[in-house]
């Protein structure tokens, strides 16, 4: 699963609980900007983001084990 995949699954996952980005921001927590800059992969997700996020929304990270070599980064 590439980065651009995951970005867009918790995407998915956080307007399915019905939680505006200010509300997920808040439980990470970062700020509401940092977050919809992540949303807009305008920014890398770090370990303790996806360690968080997917904690947050029950997401199993061995979906990313798979290509985890092949995640890219923004620029």
């Known amino acids: 699963m590439t980065q651009k995949e995951f970005i867009t699954l918790i995407k998915q996952k956080r307007e399915s609980l019905l939680l505006s980005q200010k509300e997920f921001a808040r439980q990470i927590p970062i ?28 997401i199993d990270l061995n979906i990313l084990k798979e290509k985890a070599k092949d995640m890219p980064f923004f620029d």
Not at 38 to 54: D, S
């Open 31 to 58: 700020s509401e900007s940092a977050y919809s800059k992540i949303e807009n992969y305008q920014q890398n997700l770090n370990y303790f983001l996806i360690k968080r996020i997917a904690e947050l929304l029950e």
